[in-house]
């Protein structure tokens, strides 16, 4: 019989505060601007300067670890973490070791399976200065190093080695993404590298309780590029143990370009990274009453949002799960119910055509330039019956794409639906007329063809007819009535 595996997964998730200046100075955090226009003494490492801590990097740390059921260290300190990097410009990064902000935290994930949760333990959440950044393309053949982002606030959150799959680790990144944006502590802009993460990874016999030969993969910014480089190392760790290959521990780097891992480094290699106490930076000890005003003002995380979306709105859990990923996206449906939209056709639009238009655009929900009022405006023409559904995506797309009130797209257009029973009788009669064979064949009993009469009469109005009342028509004229 052949050996089954399992395979062990752990993330350490690295995300950038949302911090107008940097974590130890007043360098602004910025992105995109001239390389090296945003720097100081202190984030070049200049010899004689000292770091001030930016107390709102610890509050959006705390907050982070509220959010995540950590608990929150009483006591807790900065460590220098000593190795040298070109764009580490000190020579040791200001990190923390052994006592970090938070620990001992979980967050709940969507296993995919008929919308199972499974609980992922979250072992710390610590605060770091961030390094600078190597530019090696364009520079014929030389490196650049540019430090505008050295310094900048950076919480590393690392997981117990709790995921399964590939999958699981994806849709804990998106949790984590998601909760991160909802108490708005970090962007998740994983494409400028304000959140990415390393991933440590190992196979073992299934049923075994031993971990086996862990492999560091580094820097992934993407939940696409995190699942393809834990698909592309599971088969390779796992083809090595089979043909009786020792697994090295080592770090690997994933290639987009190959869709491989290659080595970087060997345990042999690792850093003794030489931690101790942060000679220029005192302890902190954050007062209960200062914790407790940071966890009063967490908003409603996606988790319960999406529990009272199902309750109160009578959602489904797919529906509800897909308005919840993102904060905003949830405020834009509730604005929408809020304004009179019943919630399950204001969920339906959303995903389907606003999300649709979206998407095409490559634009968020927050720049969306179509509001709730638009679409509970449109919404309340289709109940009406002033408008068909069909006539309602046009438009909508009017609306989108205008920014003009549905009421001025329909006039424009003259998409008002045709509802008069004299008007649509008389172009029921020119159908029935206009084919008589048809018209034979159903009274005689092939039902099928009542969706040719419908579509024949949908074309004669332009879409613009009454489907109910077409459909109350045909079925009386057809039956001789």
Known sequence: MSVRYETVIGLEVHAQLLTESKIFCGCSTKFGLPPNSQTCPVCTGMPGSLPVLNEKALLFTIKTGLAMNCGIAPFSRFARKNYFYPDLPKGYQISQYELPVCERGHVEINTGEGFLTRRIGITRIHLEEDAGKNIHEGAGPYSFVDLNRAGTPLMEIVSEPDLRSPKEASAYMRKLRAILRYIGVCDGNMEQGSLRCDANISIRPEGSTKLGTKVELKNMNSFKFVEKALEYEIKRQTS?????????????????????THAMRSKEEAHDYRYFPEPDLVPFMPAREWVEEIKAGIPELPDARRVRFIAAHGLSEYDAEMLTSERALADWFEESVKLGAQPKAASNWIMGELMRLLNEDGISIEESPLAPAGLVELLKLMDSGTISGKIAKTVFDGMYRSKKSADQIIKEQGLVQISGADELGAVIDQIIAANPGETGRFRA????????FVGQAMKATRGKGNPAMINELLRKKLAGN
């Open 445 to 452: 009993g092939e039902e099928k063809l009542f969706g040719f």
């Open 240 to 260: 090595a143990v089979k043909n009786g290959e020792a697994i090295i521990q080592e770090t690997r780097l994933w290639d987009t370009s190959t869709g491989k």
